[in-house]
């Protein structure tokens, strides 16, 4: 025997004070960045997570991630051949795809590594979130750039400096391989590749590590050639590191996601119910 399904209804008011009454069902919202295959799905007990002094789960902390980038993509034509934001799952790619990273985009999208950026978070420990940001991979692409400079290298943006990923060189070799999908990479220069953990704000606490990925990768955003330069050391932003990545606005960014994962919710369902032919729960 097993089960077909359509998930139960979204209960309203979504915009009550006690989230986790607000809405019943398995699934309440669901979200992925442009071309991804790998959604944020927010099942209902993740909705807890939301509330001061808990810890983000993955798809949390992808969800914020996603909801950045897309609004990035949105700001200006074209910007969708400069990023792709990926789930914080690519981090251990190999376990996830079960060996087939053709699975990462959907059919007739940009191959990843085309991209100047490739953001992702990762989790190096199963207990604290960083953002990850690859620098145009597209120059590893020997079809693309078979004798031409190099420019590629990954920046590791990190609030707590005492829990940085062991052998950040070799996992960021190891994902860009399973990244190119089969293509041929220039092997030489991936081995030389420069991965930058630069001074971040720190959070003054253990819990809102999933919240600071989203929040670097906006600030990043705002300025990717500045921060690129700052955070390699090239040209400085002045200024105290807090200014400089406008750590004070973390502070409400858990606010920020809880209203995004509830306005996603209401949209959800409106598509649920604009759907007439989904059937009924039945068992087979």
Not at 141 to 157: F, K
Not at 161 to 170: A, F, I, L, V
Request: aromatic share 10%; net charge negative; with cysteine.
């Amino acid at each position: 025997m097993y089960w077909t399904f359509t998930h139960s209804r979204l209960a309203p008011p979504l915009s009550g004070n006690r989230i986790q009454d607000a809405v019943t069902g398995d699934l309440v919202a669901e979200l992925r960045f442009y071309g991804t295959t790998m959604p944020a799905d927010i099942p209902h007990e993740q909705l807890r997570n939301l509330e001061p002094g808990q810890w983000l789960t993955a798809d949390l902390c992808s969800f914020y991630c996603y909801e950045v980038g897309n609004a990035y993509l949105e700001g200006a034509p074209g910007r969708w051949k400069d990023l792709v934001v990926l789930h914080s799952r690519t981090w251990d790619l190999r376990h996830w795809t079960a060996g087939a990273p053709q699975r990462v985009r959907v059919p007739g999208a940009l191959q990843v590594l085309e991209h100047k950026y490739v953001a992702f978070p990762g989790n190096d420990t199963d207990s604290h979130f960083f953002l990850c940001i690859i620098i145009f991979p597209r120059d590893l692409l020997y079809d693309l750039n078979p004798n031409g400079t190099v420019r590629t290298m990954a920046l590791i943006l990190n609030s707590l400096q005492d829990m940085q990923p062991r052998n950040p060189e070799r996992k960021i070799r190891d994902i860009l391989r399973r990244l190119a999908d089969g293509r041929q990479l220039r092997e030489p220069e991936l081995q030389d590749i420069n991965v930058y953990l630069p001074m971040m704000p720190q959070q003054p606490n253990m819990y809102d590590c999933g919240l600071y990925p989203g929040h670097f990768l906006s600030v990043f955003l705002s300025a990717p050639e500045t921060y690129i330069a700052h955070c390699t050391g090239k040209a400085s932003i002045d200024g105290p590191l807090d200014i400089v990545w406008k750590h004070e606005r973390v502070k409400a960014a858990r606010d920020r996601l809880k209203s995004l994962v509830l306005a996603s919710s209401e949209i959800r369902q409106a598509a649920l119910d604009f759907n007439t032919d989904i059937p009924s729960p039945c068992a087979m």
